[in-house]
Nanobody, 116 residues
Framework: QVQLVESGGGLVQAGGSLRLSCAAS??????AGWFRQATGKEREVVAT????????AYADSVRGRFTISRDNVKNTVHLEMKSLKPEDTAVYYC???????????WGQGTQVTVSS
């Protein structure tokens, strides 16, 4: 059974930083991603990382501020978020897959709130 558990969300002032973590069990060497969904908006991809960690991609809105990384020994995926803005406020979800066309597994989400 695959399980993804996010942690690290919280309340931070604009300009601050947070580090999200996603602990995976039941699955190894998977492509991983962080998504977010703000109130009243559709879920959007924030960043993705390949199974090896050698390839990453970012949404334009976070490029240069967020960094996705992974530790394949600990089977964890991280999202380092810096220079946070109020518009980064959302529920952040970790996702994982071995399917090239769809995300198969999702975490429960962690709330990130950035105050102005």
């Amino acid at each position: 059974q695959v399980q993804l558990v996010e942690s690290g969300g919280g309340l931070v002032q604009a300009g601050g930083s947070l580090r999200l973590s996603c602990a995976a069990s039941g699955l190894t060497y998977f492509r991983a991603g962080w998504f977010r969904q703000a109130t009243g908006k559709e879920r959007e991809v924030v960043a993705t990382i390949s199974g090896s960690g050698g390839s990453t991609a970012y949404a334009d809105s976070v490029r240069g501020r967020f960094t996705i990384s992974r530790d394949n020994v600990k089977n964890t995926v991280h999202l380092e978020m810096k220079s946070l803005k109020p518009e980064d406020t959302a529920v952040y979800y970790c996702a994982a897959t071995r399917n090239p066309t769809q995300w198969m597994y999702w975490g429960q989400g962690t709330q990130v709130t950035v105050s102005s």
